[in-house]
């Protein structure tokens, strides 16, 4: 699965404004709900949702990278948003280290292997340092989207 097929480049925050887990949790969300990819009224109830997934395991996954997901049924197919912070955030990685770099992942309940095609996709890549690398560089929505489709177009250059 490409990241075209489920990041909302809409909903790409090139310098994430709060600094805190759940506050950027909530950013994230919100962004996809402007961009109109939630079922109307469900911005706050997904937010919830992805907090207690996250209270019962971090989806720090060291490195500087998290990806906090959840399946929800205000989706109709897996969506993701990107975010970015230059400060970090303590998202209770596995290394202890702060976050730089967060894709949210939203999913609906009814379609488990979209979900996991999803999460293979961008596990696949964020185990590269030369991505990871590149992501945190970006600075702009742009850069980041362009990154993204160059990632769907030449994977293995990120090998």
């Not at 197919?77 to 770099?101: E, H, M, R, T």
Request: with cysteine; charged share 30%; glycine share 4%.
């Amino acid at each position: 699965m490409k990241f075209a097929d489920f990041v909302c480049f809409e909903a790409i925050i090139p310098e994430l404004k709060t600094t805190d887990r759940d506050g950027v949790i909530a950013e994230l969300v919100w962004a996809l709900d402007k961009a109109k990819r939630l079922k109307r009224g469900s911005r706050d109830e997904i937010v919830n949702a992805v907090i207690k997934r996250e209270n019962e395991a971090s989806t720090g996954m060291g490195k500087g990278v998290a990806l906090p997901h959840v399946k929800h049924s205000a989706v109709k197919d897996v969506v993701a948003a990107v975010g970015k912070s230059s400060v970090g955030i303590d998202f209770s990685a596995l290394d202890k280290q702060p976050v730089y770099s967060v894709i949210l992942l939203v999913s609906p309940v009814d379609n488990p292997d979209r979900h996991l095609q999803a999460m293979e996709s961008i596990f696949r890549q964020l185990q590269q340092e030369k991505f990871r690398k590149f992501l945190r560089q970006a600075s702009t929505a742009a850069q980041i989207e362009d990154l993204l489709k160059e990632v769907d177009e030449n994977p293995s250059l990120w090998i």
